[in-house]
């Protein structure tokens, strides 16, 4: 090791073991909690029994299915959230419906306007006398000392816990970052990545989005195509049960626990004053805020599409979740997926942000291949034009041959300003073409922060890299499964190997046609020409020289490093004019799409190089991306 890096490396593995054993003494946590205790606000809103929910024919659905339930006949109501204003307008409505509790579990909480919406609107709900519980990952949420000394007095009604804080902080700085990578890397790697909203253990919403304004489509420049599900009946049950294991558990922490927060509840003896929300675009919150208590508005969005179902399963791993034998049932959701594709006959249809194959997925779909009749494999992922995890890209660049030849995957990669997101973003922004509110308006909170991450912010402030057009962005992040027509998952796992084996990770299983109908054709219409780009093979133009770049290529996709081979087995093609689309397989194909390059609409820049270094030497980093 250079002495140059020994003199950095060991001072900060030093310091970084100092700080992992630093833990608040249970003087500082009494203290801090006897603060809280006598300046927390016991005051309710409301006297009524019903703590004065507004009425929701969503809450109600779900107490119906409840009480038409028995153990051999489970009835759900299910709805399907692939549209974002739907998706909050739901969750609005439902902390205002709430009568006893409500409890969120979110991987990202930010301090834009959709965080501050539903924080807000759980302080309202737990001012009106609801029992509220928050559970966040530490790593990308609520890190502002203001806020959290607010939240930690705001009412006697409301808890939050951070779970697997680094180094028993709210607030990690860069620094502090980089030492957990090094002294305790196993531990602070393992993050929550589930994602739940449950009310009065009746109904819940799960899948992909967290709180922020690009899951919404409320960002400027780049958005999400994401998807939830929404389920009233037994299911929520275990839901609940899946939230109490996290809550409990010895890595999800109250906040008088926190060092920073501890430090800064004890320096401010005074009750902090709840501020209320400094919205950017305060129409577009109240025009959302109005639409989920307008019933013609629910009864058009939200309760026509939804399902009357029978069994439906909410998995989730369990907290702490390692790959260790001895503790396999920490993985129920992981291998729960894992069983699902390997019974696959006719037909899987995968949609993920991050199309990095662990070793086990990768057996599988291996094994499937291989089949007298395989059933087919449509993916529908991002582009390197789409997406904003440009290294975790690089890893599924890599192995495009691998994916086509030994998985036979049909795969399709989200143009950056495909129309059909676009759509939906229309409807978000509805009649918002107001201006942003000036800098100096805003409240603290109010202020994005950035989050770093082992290759760049995971906040608002991360964004993909430079394109050779312009417009509005989108980018997948939707984790969902069909199997055969017949079953269907929506979730959190992004079958890659951090969800298998380091995140937690947690979504629904509906075993209804009609919904995995819905939802196929939610998946294949991003997977449309306008949409996506088709991977491909390369056409053999001419033969010999042709199949030495497939030999070289081939040896150098297999090299742990030094894999430099810039003439790959496979590029994106789009569909030419007049013709219509075919799978790649098809004799026609290279007559009706033309190539558009590895990394098509992608200007050259610092990403698109880092993309390609990764390619060459990141092979090492597949499990931590």
Not at 248 to 275: F, G
Not at 510 to 523: N, W
Not at 557 to 579: H, I, V
Request: net charge neutral.
């Amino acid at each position: 090791m250079p002495r140059s890096l020994c003199r950095f490396t060991f001072p900060l593995l030093l310091g970084a073991l100092l700080l992992q054993g630093c833990t608040l003494s249970r003087t500082q946590i009494r203290r801090a909690d006897a603060v809280v205790a006598a300046t927390v606000d016991h005051s309710t809103s409301c006297a009524r029994p019903d703590h004065c929910a507004v009425p929701s024919p969503l809450r109600d659905a779900a107490l119906q299915a409840l009480a038409a339930s028995t153990a051999q006949q489970p009835v759900h109501v299910v709805t399907l959230l692939d549209d974002s204003e739907p998706a909050l307008a739901a969750r609005i409505n439902l902390i205002r419906a709430a009568q006893q509790s409500i409890d969120v579990q979110t991987f990202i909480w930010d301090q834009d306007d959709a965080g501050q919406l539903v924080l807000d609107e759980l302080v309202q709900a737990a001012r009106r006398g609801v029992q509220v519980r928050i559970l966040a990952d530490q790593l990308f949420s609520l890190d502002n000392m203001d806020l959290l000394d607010r939240l930690s007095r705001v009412s006697a009604n409301l808890q939050v816990r951070l779970y697997n804080p680094t180094f028993h902080k709210a607030h990690t700085q860069p620094l502090e970052f980089a030492a957990g990578v090094l002294c305790c890397f196993m531990h602070f790697n393992q993050r929550m990545h589930n994602k739940l909203l449950l009310v009065d253990d009746s109904i819940g919403i799960t899948g992909g989005r967290n709180y922020q304004d690009r899951y919404f489509n409320w960002d400027d420049d780049f958005d999400y195509v994401d998807r939830d599900v929404m389920v009233g009946g037994p299911a929520a049950r275990q839901m609940a049960t899946s939230f109490e294991l996290f809550w409990q558990h010895k890595r999800a922490e109250p906040l008088t626990h926190l060092r920073d927060v501890n430090q800064r509840i004890l320096s401010d003896a005074a009750p902090p004053v709840w501020q209320p929300p400094h919205y950017r675009r305060p129409l577009r919150v109240a025009r959302l805020q109005q639409v989920a208590e307008d019933p013609a508005w629910l009864q058009a969005w939200l309760v026509e599409p939804t399902l009357q179902t029978g069994k439906v399963d909410y998995f989730s791993d369990m907290p702490a979740k390692t790959a260790k034998p001895d503790k396999r049932r920490a993985l129920d959701f992981t291998h729960h997926i894992m069983r699902m594709i390997a019974d696959a006959r006719r037909e899987v249809l995968l949609q993920t942000p991050y199309l990095v194959m662990s070793k086990r997925a990768q057996g599988i779909f291996r094994r499937l291949h291989r089949r007298a009749e395989p059933p087919r494999v449509i993916v529908s992922t991002n582009s390197l034009a789409s997406t904003d995890a440009f290294a975790v890209y690089a890893m599924s660049y890599k192995h495009r041959k691998r994916y086509l030849k030994k998985f036979g995957f049909e795969i399709h990669e989200l143009k950056p300003h495909a129309p059909g997101p676009a759509v939906d973003n229309q409807l978000a922004n509805l009649g918002m073409d107001t201006p942003e509110l000036p800098s100096e308006t805003a409240s603290p909170a109010s202020a994005s922060v950035a989050r770093f991450h082992l290759l760049g912010s995971r906040g608002s402030n991360n964004r993909p890299a430079p394109l050779l057009s312009e417009g509005r962005r989108f980018g997948l992040h939707a984790k969902s499964i069909v199997i055969d027509d017949a079953f269907a998952m929506v979730g959190s796992h992004n079958f890659d190997p951090r969800s298998d084996h380091y995140n937690t990770e947690a979504g629904v299983i509906v075993y209804d046609r009609t919904f995995a109908d819905q939802l196929r054709r939610s998946i294949l219409r991003d997977t449309q020409p306008e949409n996506a780009w088709v991977i491909a093979p390369r056409q053999a133009v001419i033969p010999v020289l042709s199949d030495i770049n497939q030999a070289i290529g081939s040896v150098s996709e297999q090299l742990p490093l030094f894999d430099l081979w810039p003439f790959r087995y496979a590029t994106s093609y789009d569909l030419k004019p007049g013709c219509q689309p075919m799978r790649a397989t098809d004799p026609g194909f290279f007559a009706c799409y033309a190539p558009v390059g590895d990394f098509p609409d992608v200007a050259l820049s610092p990403k698109l190089i880092i993309t390609r270094l990764f390619t060459a030497f990141g092979v090492g980093a597949k499990g931590v991306l």
